[in-house]
């Protein structure tokens, strides 16, 4: 019997039952970073809604490092503009020491704005 394609390629088949299936394996990961919050949100975010996306970089490899690269991203962006935005309005270390439980409601008031905009910018777009 002539060969097909698939295995002029380098391919081979497995017998199950009456069909012959092709060996089909996902290429190895590069590299295996550790992925954050973030990244596993923007991931299951992916795989629901941007299905094709998620397919093709899974096939070719390179999932886990695009995850990893946003989580590094998605961190980077906010603890820089709880940073920012804490020093705009003044909460300070000396509010800290002065008031603590004030200083606590407006960071936190703060990491939530923060978090909803990296959600919408980066994450979920």
Do not use: C
Not at 6 to 19: C, I, L, S
Not at 51 to 69: M, P
Request: charged letters at 30%; proline letters at 2%.
């Amino acid at each position: 019997m002539a060969k097909t394609i698939f295995e002029k390629m380098g391919g081979t088949y497995v017998r199950q039952g009456d069909y012959d299936l092709p060996r089909l394996s996902l290429p190895a990961e590069k590299e295996n970073r550790p992925i954050g919050v973030w990244g596993q949100r923007h991931l299951r975010y992916i795989r629901q809604y941007k299905r094709i996306f998620y397919t093709n970089l899974l096939t070719s490899g390179r999932l886990n490092s695009y995850i990893a690269d946003i989580n590094e991203q998605a961190e980077e962006i906010f603890s820089r503009l709880v940073e920012q935005m804490a020093e705009r309005e003044g909460v300070t270390e000396q509010l800290k020491e002065e008031n603590q439980m004030e200083w606590v409601g407006r960071i936190n008031n703060i990491r939530s704005r923060v978090m909803e905009i990296v959600n919408n910018d980066l994450l979920y777009n």
